[in-house]
C-alpha cells in the first residue's frame, strides 16, 4: 500500500497532486505565481513515517501541549505556532496540517469567546462589518491555498512567518490609543463602546477611526486565515490597535471573535475538500485547549518576556525550515 | 445596555454549541480510537496516507468530499467530522439569534450584516463553493 500509494502520487496529473481547484486559478496573485517557479523543485508527498500509527497523533498531542502552554504567555494564538511547527517537522501532509491548524484557532477563539463578549472585551459591533469581509475573503483564500501546490505554500508561509517575528519583535501596542474622531462609516454603523478595564477598574469609552481601510485590511487578513490555516490574531490586534484606534483589550477580544467567524467558513471548505483528517484534528485540538487552560494558569508565574523570546526563537526557526522546505533546499 | 444585551445573548448561544461540538468531538474520537466503530481508512495504514496531498489522499482511500461523509457516519474516523462540523457551525446559531434583536431596535443594518455572515457560513458549509456534491 506504501508502495502504491507514493507511486499514485508521482504518477497523478499535476491538477490531481497540486489540488483540485484549477477553476480558483484567476484569484492566484503574481507573487504566488513567481514563488511557484523555484518551489516546484520540491514534491508535495513528505516521506513515510516507519514509526507506529499512534505515535504520530500521540507526539501531535503532546506538541500541542507545549504550544497551549507557551502561546498564552507568549500573546499569540497557539494557530500561528501550529502549522508552521507541524507542517515542519510532522509526516503530514501540508493540506491536513492546515485543516487542522484551522480547527485549532476556531477552537481556541470559540473557547474564549463567551467569556470575553460577557466581560465586555469583545464587540460585536466592531466584529461583524470586519467578519463578513474576512469570512468571503477567508473562503477565497481556502480555495487558493488547496489549489496551489503545497510547496509553494510553504514557500509563502516561511515568508509570512518570519513576517510574523519581525511583527512581534518591532511593533509597537497602544493601551488606549487616542481618536479624536471617529469616522464616518464607523459613525454611521455606531462603533462606539464601553469597558472597564480591570487594572484600573475605571469605564473607558472607545471609538474607531480609519474603517474603510481597516475593511480592507481584513479582506487581505482572511485571504491568508485561509491559505495559510493559521488563526490571524498577529494581524487582527495591531489592525484593530494600531490602525482602528481601539483599545488594545478590546482589539484582542475582538479579534478571537473575528477569528471564530472568519476560521469557520475557512474550515468549511477544508472540511467539505476533505482536507480534515479527525487523527490530526481531534489531538491538535484537545491537546491546544488543555495547554493553553495551563498557560492561562501560569500566566502570573512565567515570565511573558522570556516565554515570548523562546516562541519567536521558535517561530524563527519553524520560519526559516517552512521556507527552505518549500524551496526544497530542506527536505 | 442593548449592546450588553446582544453580546449575552451572542455569548449564550456560542458557549452551548461550542460545549457541544467538544464533547461530539471528543467523543466521536474515542469511539474511533478504542476500535467501536470500524474505520473507513484502517488505523496501520494511516501513516502511508496522511503524507500525501489531500486529492491524491481522497482518490486512494475513496473517501468521499463534501456531505458525502455523512452516509459513512458510523465509520468511526468520519464519525469524527460530526464533532468538527458542529464546531464549525456552531457561531450560526448565535447570528441567527441576533437578528430578531436588531430588527426589534430597527438596526436593520445590523440585521442585515448579521444575516450575510450568516449567509457567508451556509455558503461555505453547503459546498457549493467547492464543488464537494
Redesign the interface.
Known sequence: ??V??QS??RS?PPA??????L?AAWWMPVILMLLAAPAFAAD???????????F?PLALFVTCFLIGIVAVPAGIGGGTLFVPIIGGFF???L??VRGAGL?VA??SA??A???L??G?L????LA??L??LA??SS?AGA?LG?ALP?SVIQTALGMIVLGIVTLMLFSKKSEFPHVAQPDRLSS???IH?VFIDGASGQAINWQVHRTPLGLLIFLAIGVMAGMFGIGAGWANVPALNLLMGAPLKVSAGTSGLVL??VD??????Y????????????PS??GM?LGARIGARLLHVLKGSVIRKMVITLLLFAGMRALLKGLGVWV | MT??Q???R???L??W??RL??FA??A??AV?VLGVLPPHVP??????????????????TG?????GWLSLAHKG??S??I???L?????LPPLLG?IPLYVKRR?Y??AA??G??AG??V???S?V????H
Not at chain 2, 488505523?43 to 486512494?60: D, F, G, R
Not at chain 2, 463553493?129 to 464537494?132: K, V
Open positions: 500500500m506504501q502504491l500509494s499514485i502520487a497523478a490531481l497532486r497540486t489540488g483540485r481547484g477553476h508535495n508527498v513528505m516521506p513515510t513515517s516507519t514509526m507506529p500509527w499512534w504520530w509526516p503530514f501532509h493540506d491536513f480547527l476556531l477552537a470559540l473557547a469567546g463567551p467569556m463578549l460577557r465586555g469583545s464587540s460585536l459591533r461583524l462589518p467578519a463578513l469570512s468571503m473562503i480555495l488547496l503545497a454611521a454603523l455606531g463602546g471564530s467567524l469557520s467558513s475557512a474550515a468549511w471548505v472540511l467539505n475538500r476533505g482536507a480534515v483528517l479527525p487523527m490530526i484534528a481531534v485540538v484537545v485547549m | 449592546q450588553q446582544e453580546a449575552l451572542y455569548a449564550s456560542l458557549g454549541g461550542t461540538g467538544v468531538l471528543i466521536s474520537f474511533y488505523l496501520e495504514q494511516l501513516p502511508s496516507v496522511w503524507n500525501l496531498p489531500v486529492a491524491t489522499y481522497l482518490q486512494h473517501t468521499p468530499t463534501g456531505w474516523d468520519l469524527g467530522l464533532g468538527i462540523s464546531l464549525a457551525g456552531c457561531s441576533l438596526d443594518v445590523y450584516i448579521c450575510m455572515v457567508v457560513l455558503l461555505a458549509a459546498g463553493l467547492t464543488g464537494g
